[in-house]
């Protein structure tokens, strides 16, 4: 029994340090602390690296990402869409979409088709991979406004990032156009 609580003494003690070390100076250290409470895990590791997403350093918030990711805790999933959709982070959210590749997101294909379509091109390649990876659950109303932000993008380039480049319009029209032939199908 002693040995037991001497070992979740050490734990919370290495994990107190870890936070501490996420706000350092030292990238390497910054690193190295979120990869190992990735590696810990648990609700007080999960909830302290969410709230490390609202920060506005991007470095940081990467890192909390990365070790979400790593923890696969579904209980951030909201957290990752909102930071995703912070507009203060349009050009820094690569990393936040592709921790969602590890979460399940079959209730969220509306905010998946949003960053495919309007976030950066790395954005796009996460969004494009859990949009092939994973199985969702929608309705015809759904496909129908994936449908009218793909015309939105259509008649509006420049508010889709990268649809001017013949290949990244094409990986957003595959994804589009794979998604409503469900829509064909109900008609």
């Not at 805790?73 to 909102?82: Q, V």
């Not at 495919?116 to 309705?139: G, H, M, P, R, V």
Request: charged share 30%.
């Amino acid at each position: 029994m002693r040995e037991l609580q001497k070992k979740d003494t050490n734990l919370n003690s290495e994990i107190e340090k870890l936070k501490k070390d996420i706000f350092s100076d030292d990238w390497e250290l910054v690193k190295s602390s979120a990869y190992r409470l990735g590696e810990i895990g648990g609700d007080e590791v999960v909830d302290f690296l969410i709230s490390l997403l609202k920060l506005n350093d991007s470095g940081i918030r990467n890192r909390a990402a990365l070790a979400l990711e790593e923890i696969k805790d579904n209980k951030a999933l909201e957290p990752l869409l909102t930071a995703i959709f912070n507009k203060e982070n349009h050009n820094y959210n690569g990393t936040m979409v592709f921790a969602l590749e590890s979460l399940d997101c079959s209730q969220k294909i509306k905010e998946i088709f949003k960053i495919l379509l309007y976030e950066t091109y790395e954005s796009k390649i996460s969004a494009y991979a859990i949009l092939s990876d994973q199985n969702f659950n929608f309705t015809k109303g759904d496909l129908i406004e994936i449908q009218k932000m793909w015309e939105d993008c259509k008649s509006n380039p420049s508010l889709c990032p990268g649809y001017n480049d013949t290949e990244t319009r094409e990986l957003m029209q595959d994804a589009v156009e794979g998604y409503l032939e469900y829509l064909k199908n109900t008609e």
